[in-house]
């Protein structure tokens, strides 16, 4: 089945798209199309609480700027529906999730980018260890076995 054989191509190819898509919506509204973006932060609505605290926001004075709950309030968000506050041109554009969730799929995809690097590399290690230790264990249980077949009662190793 070609998806057991390019699981991992999938997951980042997923992981990718995933998190780019975080970058999509404040894209889209720097570009005036409010509607597609407003459609992407209600599908990472699904995912995270989306508040403007705690969330990046890019196309700002700074390129990448991070605001106060103070802030945020002063420019007008509704302190009931927080999340429903996605920024303007003055401040920028709020990401599709929350700086929390960004760093945990955005480390998903690195850990799954540096796993295709060096999976062959890991795969043959494994094997290596897999193999030897089976063969190591079952040694050493012959081993014990016969060290405990040569002791008498009362005498150690060291009596010999």
Known sequence: MWIARHWLFVFNLGMALFVGGTLLAPWLMFLGLEEPARAVYTFYGLN?????ERSYFLFGP???DTYSLEQVLAWGADPGYLRGFVGN?????KMAMAGR?????STLLVAGLAFAVVRA?????????????AVDFLGAL???????????PGKTTRDK
Request: hydrophobic share 35%; charged share 25%; net charge negative.
């Open 62 to 64: 700074n390129g990448i």
């Open 121 to 133: 590399e890991v795969t043959r290690l494994a094997s290596f260890f897999t193999d030897r230790s």
């Open 89 to 93: 041109a003055g401040v920028g554009f």
């Open 101 to 105: 969730n960004t760093a945990i799929y």
């Open 142 to 152: 012959d081993v014990l076995e016969k060290e405990g077949k040569d002791k008498s």
């Open 48 to 52: 995270c609480h989306q508040l403007p």
